[in-house]
Nanobody
Framework: QVQLVESGGGLVQPGGSLKLSCAASGFVFSNYIMRWYRQVPGKEREFVAR????????NYFDSAKGRFTIYRDNAKKTVYLQMNSLKPEDTAVYYC???????????WGQGTQVTVSS
């Protein structure tokens, strides 16, 4: 079955960096758009970044531009989110999502906690 497993979260000081990974299985990874979302308790899940099936085109939410980079390795069936210059407001559970083009919703991972604090 479809499985997405996020890893790489943790506690980091403001200004620090983390690299999140999302390992996929159970579907043809290279056919899916991959996305990262995040969620803070009591708030809606919000879009962070997406990357197309080829890895050539990426989009980011405004606060992530210039700080976060999404990329993928289709051979390893993994998508990554490199996060630099982290801020306390980046604290959230980060979720990986796999979306087949032309559909909505997609498949979700279980999330990984990122805490930015001194």
């Amino acid at each position: 079955q479809v499985q997405l497993v996020e890893s790489g979260g943790g506690l980091v000081q403001p200004g620090g960096s983390l690299k999140l990974s999302c390992a996929a299985s159970g579907f043809v990874f290279s056919n899916y758009i991959m996305r990262w979302y995040r969620q803070v308790p009591g708030k809606e899940r919000e879009f962070v970044a997406r990357i197309d099936t080829t890895g050539r085109r990426a989009n980011y939410f405004d606060s992530a531009k210039g700080r976060f980079t999404i990329y993928r390795d289709n051979a390893k069936k993994t998508v990554y989110l490199q996060m630099n210059s982290l801020k306390p407001e980046d604290t959230a559970v980060y979720y990986c999502n796999a979306l087949y083009p032309g559909t909505t919703g997609g498949h979700w991972g279980q999330g990984t906690q990122v805490t930015v604090s001194s």
